[in-house]
């Protein structure tokens, strides 16, 4: 840190992404992108012709990729917003509605705190209960923001829309509902967000639309709360999107029987393997993201993380204590959760001689 | 704007882009883009495999595109910071630095109050002399951090590194030297940053590089300065470059004959259009960037944008009160400016018999 940095954000810890290991000698399960291609749409979208059109500013209204968006959520595009990644998209919610603070649970998706530390917003945190179930009782009776993921990050644990629609009755407050894993088989709140002005849902192209590197992120919600990230967005960035990942994003918007069958064969993948998981004494929650919670009947998490690395899997323990017994391990394709499996079956045979 | 909206933003003035029309029937002279394709290697870096990949993560270091800058630049990669756009770049200047507040030209680009009031940072500005220079003598005798572009945005008139460095022995804040148009023939103050750790170079691969639309803009400077910028992106968005823009920037990063090439001929073209200019009674700056700032002998700028526009030639008519009565023009291949200079004349004639 230099001698010139603010002094209010000295103190701040910023998020640690998963390993991006540069040689793909892993079978990478940590970081929760799709084992599959983007759409064949992708592919053709994006030609020699449009690489040479790089000189060329992108379109800051983003407006094909918009209209896609719309078209496949069933909403006007003065109700879509898109981003450089959810990451930018949430950062500018925080921004536009953090005046009041934030609240959200504490084993979530990790980048809330540190989007509230940068902007300098409190944030409190509401523990989940002991069973990692988000109970959203104790949510919207402050002036706070709210903001959770469903189904949550880490847990993959899901809220029906009735329980997400009894806060968004008692609350007046913006409330943000994180919907990066909702394609693998929640249902989503996309519906109340004619009812609700204060819901606001964002999105991303990362998991279910196989795009992690194109980094698109998205937000559904009322058209005023669109407008106030859109002035975010043209005061920080207006051309946050480049031409490439615009073509990308709205070639897979548009493709929606591949986007249907990548994300039904990965909920099966994953229960499939949850199921064989649970059968070798594992405790899991009962995830309906593209990854499970797994943990070990005798390992600590740590140790099958390093275990299953020697082993050239690759996934991720997070240090948080309420979790840190266990490992997140990304659905992959069904021969690498049989490869997973395999070497789960070894590295327990091995602890149990120990 | 909602009734949600942070009260603390609600005065906030986005950023107002050039006109990017969707349609190719504009000569578009308005953005100062490159009128020539990326380098050939970026063509040949983005291929059906690389596009395939974009289900997987980019790699949050940038490494490869970081060292290409870092060995093109003559620096170490520790000295390198990668962005989102210049624009992401500065925004994250502002907000390590603003602390005291900033202070800047009042005619340069646009951007730099509107990151200031994104970030609640006091923006001051200094007006420019009569002729529109650049005085530094003004600066350097508050806390405030400084920002400016060389050369200047809007005037393309340029400061050689001697006088910048006077300004940096005054003072010990940090100065942020935009340097986006340098190299269409101004001297870089890149050799400075090993004697002031308070020097940040901003730059772009938007204009010199043809690659608007790929969004890349980098930083240069001590260290410590880049590690401050580091905690802000790994605080903001870690992904903030996409796949397939870090393969493009890499590959024209490395294409120096290439760079030159382009660069030359837009200075050549440039030079000799401000001479057909002030040869029908314009007045121009002395740009060394990629655009002139031209005033007609009779006509305001506004209407010269309009008659323009009619002939089918987009450029630039900025609002600003020390320079309405010009218009920017971007500077394009030689037919482009033939084109150009055909309208003008054509539109000089009009004016001249009404």
Redesign the interface.
């Known amino acids: ?9 000295s103190g ?6 998963g390993e ?1 290991p ?1 040689n793909a000698v892993y079978i ?1 399960l940590n ?1 929760n ?6 759409a064949p749409g ?2 053709d979208a ?1 030609q ?1 012709k449009e ?10 209204s983003a ?1 094909d990729l918009v209209a896609s968006i719309a078209q496949a959520c069933g909403v006007s595009p003065e109700q879509v917003f898109v981003g ?2 959810s ?2 998209v949430l ?1 500018f919610a925080f ?5 009041n603070g934030f609240v959200g649970p504490d084993v979530s998706y990790g980048f809330y705190p ?2 509230a ?2 902007f300098g917003i409190p944030y409190r945190q509401i523990p989940l209960s002991p069973d990692l179930s988000l109970d959203l009782a104790p949510y919207g009776s402050t002036r706070e ?1 709210i903001v959770f993921a469903n189904p949550n990050a880490q847990t993959g644990l899901y809220l029906p829309p009735c329980e997400i629609e009894a806060l968004l009755r008692r609350t007046d ?2 409330v943000i509902v994180d919907e990066a894993y909702i394609d693998f088989g929640g249902e989503s709140v996309l519906p109340l967000i004619r009812r609700y ?2 819901l606001l849902i964002t999105r991303t192209f ?1 998991k279910s639309r ?6 698109i992120g998205f937000a559904i919600g ?1 058209a ?2 669109i ?2 990230l ?16 615009l073509l ?1 994003g709205a070639a897979a918007m548009r493709d929606d029987a591949y986007f249907r069958s990548c994300t039904a064969r990965i909920a099966n993948t994953r229960d499939a393997t949850a199921d064989a998981l649970r059968a070798m004494g594992y405790s899991l929650t009962a995830s309906r993201a593209n990854f499970l919670l797994a943990r070990s009947p005798r390992l600590p998490g740590a140790a099958l993380y390093e275990e299953l690395k020697k082993r050239g899997i690759l996934v991720r323990h997070l240090p948080d204590p309420r979790i840190r017994d266990s490992i997140r391990i990304t659905v992959g394709t069904d021969t690498q959760m049989q490869t997973l499996l395999d070497a789960v079956r070894d590295i327990e045979k091995e602890a149990s001689h120990a």
Chains 1, 2 share one sequence.
């Not at 992108?33 to 983007?38: A, G, L, M, N, Y």
């Not at 196989?210 to 980094?215: E, Q, S, T």
């Open positions: 840190m230099s001698r010139f940095f603010s002094s209010a954000l701040i810890q910023p998020y640690t992404p991006q540069r990478k970081t992108e799709s084992p599959f291609p983007p992708v592919m994006i020699r690489v040479q059109d790089l000189r060329l500013y992108s379109d800051p407006s450089n990644g990451d930018e950062a921004h536009a509605y953090g005046e540190v989007f530390a940068f923001s407050r913006p002005p204060h990362s196989n795009l992690a590197g194109a980094r009322d005023a709360l407008e106030d859109n002035r975010l967005r043209f005061s920080f960035n207006p051309y946050n999107l480049n031409r490439l990942s990308a």
